[in-house]
């Protein structure tokens, strides 16, 4: 049967509705995917921003350190536990960002073991070596992995601090030094650096036979600095203490300290001296002082996306605006 003129016209129309309906969902896959992306390309944006704005607060906190250190160089020259620069943020609300809270501390690196110590005049220093062999039995890290630690750091920096021959030290000074690398595992120093120099203690993570318990055990207790430091005894843990000085217990180095921040600071080097009860000490060689020039800056920025880090090194010569050293962010 032939179709009549009125279906034909509504086969027209039908298609010409389907036509429509796909020109139309055509249309709605394209608009949802633009709008898909404009979103994407909104947050991206709100992202990106959130972090050039977290990243400034974050040198704020540079700044505000900075300031801190030097008010309170001016206002009492030993470096204590209870100075203006010890208070820590801790959640500090941002105004203006909505669930974003700071978080911020000075830590002193001279209460630590400076590991930069370990060399002198491109030998390694048999004084420093022992206290951080001593240092790694107090805090339980087996002698293979603390002869590991040493050996990475001193062939970084066989190079460092090098002086002419004829300042080179006495032929004993000079034994001791290589059986004190001998120690650690070197028959004999190269004479250029065979590595990069570490930073942080937390570079040692990438140092193959290195333990990542090793490097969490001594974060707390060692330090990296540019330059060979003092104690400083206002602001050192006992385990440190005890690890430098020969003779010093540790229980005898935790009653010290627990005198000590109950407000009986140590006022120069003769009183930490004298407090040890040590007979027949040679205080000229205990190297430990009661002020510091290094800090590390560790803050933190948590927002509702995500959180920004930073670290700062700041070296604080007493004389004008400490300056920062080196500055690492991150997420």
């Given at each position: ?118 060399v002198d005049n491109g030998q390694v220093d048999p004084v420093e070596s022992a ?201």
């Amino acid at each position: 049967m032939m179709p009549t003129y009125n279906d034909c016209i509504r086969q027209e129309r039908g298609m010409a509705v389907i036509s429509v309906l796909l020109v139309v969902a055509v249309i709605a896959v394209l608009a949802s995917t633009l709008l898909g992306r404009q979103t994407l390309a909104i947050r991206s944006a709100q992202t990106e921003q959130t972090r050039a704005q977290a990243s400034w607060l974050l040198r704020g906190e540079v700044s505000r350190a900075q300031l801190l250190l030097q008010a309170e160089a001016q206002r009492e020259p030993a470096t204590r536990l209870d100075g203006l620069w010890n208070q820590p943020v801790n959640g500090q609300i941002i105004s203006g960002m909505e669930g974003t809270y700071l978080f911020s501390e000075l830590t002193d690196e001279q209460g630590k073991f400076n590991l930069r110590n370990l060399v002198d005049n491109g030998q390694v220093d048999p004084v420093e070596s022992a206290a951080f062999q001593r240092l790694c039995t107090l805090l339980g890290i087996p002698s293979d992995q603390a002869s590991l630690v040493a050996r990475r750091v001193v062939l970084s920096l066989v190079e460092a601090d090098r002086r002419s021959p004829s300042d080179s030290g006495q032929l004993q000074e000079r034994e001791e030094a290589v059986r004190a690398a001998q120690h650690i595992g070197l028959a004999s120093l190269p004479v250029t650096d065979q590595g990069p120099r570490l930073r942080v203690v937390e570079d040692l993570l990438g140092v193959p036979g290195i333990n990542a318990d090793t490097v969490t055990l001594l974060r707390p207790y060692t330090t990296i600095l540019p330059q060979r430091t003092w104690i400083n005894s206002n602001t050192a843990k006992a385990e440190v203490l005890a690890a430098w000085v020969p003779g010093l217990s540790l229980d005898r180095a935790r009653a010290l300290l627990q005198a000590r921040d109950s407000g009986q600071w140590f006022i120069n080097r003769g009183d930490f001296a004298n407090r040890l009860q040590i007979p027949d000490l040679d205080e000229s060689r205990v190297l430990i002082g009661i002020t510091s020039q290094w800090f590390r800056l560790s803050s933190a920025l948590k927002t509702p996306r995500t959180t920004l880090v930073m670290q700062a090194l700041v070296h604080d010569s007493k004389e004008s605006l400490p300056q920062v050293v080196w500055l690492r962010e991150g997420v």
